[in-house]
C-alpha cells in the first residue's frame, strides 16, 4: 500500500510521467497505452516525501512487455566531506564552506533522482532519502578562486564519472576544491583566404565562440570551458582548472557538440593545444573556423546539424 508505478521517457532528459497506476495487492501493475520507445519504469512511495524505491529500463516495441520486474531498493544516505588545499590569495581566513551546494543529478535520462545539501562549517554533509540510481556530482556556489581537483568515492577517483547507487547507497564521499585558477584570453582572426593577401587574415572576429577541451574529456562531459569574443576580437575565459587543453574560436557552436569524441576528432587538426597551470595568465591567438567547416563534419559523421 502507499506505493505506485510510473513510466517516462528516457529521451527526453526530464523525467516526464506518462502513465502512473497504484500497485495490486499481489504487487502487480498494468500501464496501457504506452508508445514506441526506451522508457525508465520506476517504482515510488506515494505518501509523504517523495521516494524512488527502484527503477528499471524498458524498451517498448511496437507489442506488449510482459512480466517486468522492478527490484525494490530503500533509499539511503550519503555521507561526505567537502576539503580545500591551499588558500585563498590576500587572506588567510578559512574559507567559507556553508555557500557551497552540493547536488547530485540524476544520470539517467527519464529516471527520478535528485539530491542536495550545503556543508556545515567544517565542510561535513549528508544527503538524506537519496534514491537509488545513477548520480552525476556537481558543485554550486563554489569558492571564488578554486576548482574541483577530486571526487572521491571511499578510495576510487570518481571526477567525471557517475556514481552508482543503483543497488544502494554506500560509501563516503570526499570532494576536495583546490586554489589556483587560470585566465586563458587571446584573440581571434579570420582564417588565411586563397586570395594571396594576408589582410583578410589579420582582421579581428568579434561574434565567435571559443571552446577549451580538456586532453581527456572526462565521461560526464564536465571540463569543458567557454567564452565568447568581445567587439574587438578578443577573450577571456576566468576559472580555468590547470590541466592541457585543445582550444577552438567557432563561427557557430553547439555545446551539446563538443563532447562528442568523434567530432573532435576531426575538429582535432584546427585546435590550438595549450598547456594551464596553476595561477596562470595565459596566451593565444585562434584562427576562426567557419560554421561551413564544423557542417561538414557533421555531415561526414551523419550527426544531425540542427
Known amino acids: 500500500q502507499g506505493l505506485g508505478v510510473s513510466i517516462s ?3 527526453s532528459g526530464i ?5 502512473g497506476g497504484n500497485l495490486s495487492k499481489k504487487g502487480t501493475f498494468d500501464l496501457g497505452g504506452v508508445p514506441t520507445g526506451s522508457y525508465a519504469l520506476n517504482l515510488y512511495e506515494e505518501s509523504g516525501d517523495f521516494h524512488m524505491l527502484g527503477t528499471t529500463p524498458v524498451e517498448v516495441s511496437g507489442s506488449d512487455v510482459n ?3 522492478i527490484n525494490v531498493v530503500p533509499t539511503g ?6 576539503q580545500v588545499e591551499g588558500a585563498a590569495p590576500g587572506t ?11 547536488a547530485l543529478q540524476g544520470a539517467d535520462e527519464g529516471a527520478y533522482g535528485w539530491g542536495e545539501v550545503y556543508p556545515k562549517s567544517d565542510g561535513s554533509f549528508a544527503i538524506e532519502n537519496l534514491n537509488p540510481g545513477k548520480y552525476n556530482v556537481n558543485l554550486f556556489q563554489t569558492l571564488d578562486g578554486t576548482y574541483i581537483k577530486s571526487v572521491q568515492l571511499g578510495q576510487q577517483e570518481m571526477l567525471g564519472k557517475e556514481l552508482d547507487f543503483s543497488q544502494g547507497v554506500s560509501g563516503e564521499l570526499l570532494v576536495t576544491l583546490s586554489y589556483g585558477v587560470a585566465d586563458v584570453s587571446g584573440t581571434v582572426q579570420m582564417p588565411q583566404q586563397d586570395t594571396g593577401s594576408e ?3 589579420n582582421k579581428p572576429v568579434s561574434a565567435a565562440s571559443i571552446a577549451l577541451v580538456p586532453e581527456e574529456l572526462r565521461p560526464d562531459g564536465s571540463g569543458l570551458q567557454y567564452g565568447n569574443t568581445t567587439q574587438t576580437g ?3 575565459i576566468k576559472n580555468v582548472p590547470p590541466g592541457r587543453y585543445r582550444a577552438y574560436a567557432l563561427e557557430e557552436l553547439k555545446r551539446d557538440q563538443m563532447d562528442n569524441p568523434d567530432f573532435l576528432k576531426q575538429l582535432e587538426s584546427n585546435a590550438v593545444e595549450i598547456e594551464v597551470k596553476e595561477n596562470d595568465k595565459k596566451t593565444t591567438q585562434l584562427t576562426l573556423i567557419p560554421a561551413t ?5 557533421l555531415a561526414q559523421l551523419g550527426i544531425d546539424a540542427q
Open 9 to 11: 521517457p528516457r529521451e
Open 15 to 19: 523525467t516526464v510521467f506518462l502513465e
Open 67 to 69: 512480466d517486468v520486474v
Open 77 to 82: 544516505k550519503l555521507r561526505g566531506r567537502i
Open 92 to 102: 588567510s581566513e578559512a574559507p567559507n564552506l556553508t555557500s557551497v551546494r552540493v
Open 199 to 201: 589582410a583578410s587574415s
Open 234 to 236: 578578443t577573450f577571456s
Open 293 to 297: 567547416e564544423t557542417q561538414r563534419i
